[in-house]
């Protein structure tokens, strides 16, 4: 039988070969695959657990929150907040930071998440997930502010997320590539079950929700239009769609053999550069993707350097396979 490599494991070995991870951010770690593994438990029970369903409230975006919005969002508060590791949350479920209150020790981590995403898929027994992002606090002696989370992406200390699927997967970078962890539900923990995946360059498959086709920009259309006249088209070849709904489907999906997803600015709300959001979304699925050989951009510019004005901003997510979100980007550039 094969011996399997634990997170614990895993993030200790990491910690010792190349000093990427100190001690603080170890625990950092171990403690949102905890939570993740809380949430999958949940997620599991389903209606057996009462977690289906809508709340009676809407978050900051204007959006109705689901049961398990909220419910993932705690379990991501309460597990992280007493363990010295974090000086604060930002989530997008809530309306501000989250300081890590003065009864626990302060340490020199931001954490942003994203507790549950695909929530549209929560009820349909759809995979869904949790993303999140660690940066440093940029400046140790003086107390938490807003501002401190308005960093690059580029300036990430960590990133990931949990699928919440068929199995559950844990999916890690802090730097040096990525690794994929299961959980196994009969031990308990997350183990370490591929490193490294390459997203070819290449892909024949594109994601992207079809029924804004007519609010789309000419950049978008034209690409997608390509893409449909397959064989017979400037492309000379056929391209496939898939779209989940859940950006965490879409994304491992892409990892696990390459693609394209696109959620571009449309005309539905002009004024908003995009549905995503960039600190608790693109960011860190922009790392993830760049750290196994993709790229990701607004159309314009690199996700990863695009630097930040507000919590909750918005931003147009174009991420994949390298040679594809480079023409996509060329066609916004009017190349
Ligand atoms: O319903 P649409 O417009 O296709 O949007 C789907 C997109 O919205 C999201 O569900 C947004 O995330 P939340 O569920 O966290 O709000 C993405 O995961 C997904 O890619
Ligand atoms: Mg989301
Ligand atoms: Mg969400």
Redesign the pocket.
Known sequence: MTKRISLTRYLVEQQRADGLIPAQLRLLLEIVARACKSISHAVNQGALGGVLGSAASENVQG?IQKKLDIIANEVLIEANEWGGHLAAMAS?EMAGIYPVPNRYPQGEYLLLF?P?????NIDVNVSIGTIFSVLRKPDGARDVAGSDFLQPGSQQVAAGYCIYGPQTTLVLTVGAGVALFTLDREQGSFLLTQENPRIPEDTQEFAI?MSNQRHWDAPVKRYIDECLQGREGPRGKDFNMR?I????A?VHRILTRGGIFM?PWDRREPEKPG??RLMY?ANPMGWIVEQAGGAATNGRQRILDIQPTQLHERVSVILGSKNEVQRVTDYHRGL
């Not at 549950?116 to 549209?120: I, M, N, P, Q, V």
Request: aromatic residues 10%; without cysteine.
């Open positions: 959006e997008e994203d549950l995403d695909g929530s549209s929700n779209w709904a859940s950006m965490v879409d959620y549905k995503l979304e």
